[in-house]
């Protein structure tokens, strides 16, 4: 199992990230998984809220939208992160920890994982991270996750550009990812991002090596891990994700 590297964008950059990712962008994606929840979770005891795991929360931009109807925990890797999401979500619980490992010693109704689960480099890892979703899930507990790209559906050179500017601050961000030789299984996001403050220019490149596998392979991670699949298919028309919905077997 390599070690995690928390790249600059998660770490001192962490302050940056609800100006490059605003909460409200997380509105639709946040309404997807509640809808699914609602189908697939059976109807929770009285007094009790139904209880959410998100592996890999970061900012908590997508719980944000969730923690009025869920009782959510965020796990990352992160401290600066946690710290973003604390502001934005103090009634939810934050945990620090690396997926492949974390055991927080309790279960959950649900488990999320978005495009944190890309940085699994590697099958181990990813089989790692969904052992852990498992173990922290009941019996029939449901795991919603969301990969960036299958292999299938990956996208060579994709470039994205966006811009922020307010009194304090102008920033630019630009990404592109791309599969580094004749790697099949990984790819790295470059991010270029221009920081204007004060009157000063800083110019900061942040590389992320991330994984990549086939359909395939995620199904047979999923099931040696102990899920059902339920659903396999595209997240929505405007982006590659692909959304597995599983259920823990008994």
């Not at 920081?195 to 991330?210: K, S, T």
């Amino acid at each position: 199992m390599r070690q995690m590297q928390i790249p600059c964008l998660y770490h001192e950059l962490a302050y940056l990230w609800p100006r490059l990712s605003p909460p409200q962008d997380y509105a639709r994606e946040a309404k997807a998984i509640s809808d699914i929840l609602a189908a697939k979770l059976s109807r929770s005891p009285a007094g009790r809220k139904p209880r959410i795991l998100e592996l890999g929360g970061g900012g908590g931009h997508t719980l944000c939208h969730l923690a009025d109807r869920y009782d959510a925990t965020n796990v990352d890797l992160s401290p600066a992160m946690l710290n973003q999401s604390r502001k934005l979500n103090p009634s939810i619980t934050h945990e620090i920890g690396d997926m492949r490992q974390i055991r927080l010693g309790h279960t959950f109704d649900a488990v999320l994982a978005h495009d944190a689960i890309d940085y699994m480099g590697c099958p181990a890892d990813l089989q790692a991270a969904l052992a852990t979703a498992a173990a922290h899930l009941h019996d029939n507990g449901v795991l919603v996750v969301a990969p960036t790209y299958l292999h299938e559906t990956f996208i060579n050179y994709q470039t994205e550009y966006d811009h922020y500017a307010d009194e304090d601050m102008q920033l630019t961000y630009v990404s592109c990812v791309h599969r580094p030789g004749q790697q099949t299984d990984m790819f790295e996001l470059a991010m270029l991002l221009l920081i204007r403050q004060n009157g000063q220019l800083r110019i900061v490149e942040d590389r992320h090596i991330c994984g990549l596998f086939s359909n395939k392979t995620w199904l047979e991670l999923l099931d040696t891990t102990g899920f059902d699949v339920d659903r396999s298919d595209a997240w929505n028309d405007a982006t590659p994700w692909h959304a597995f919905v599983a259920v823990k077997r008994p």
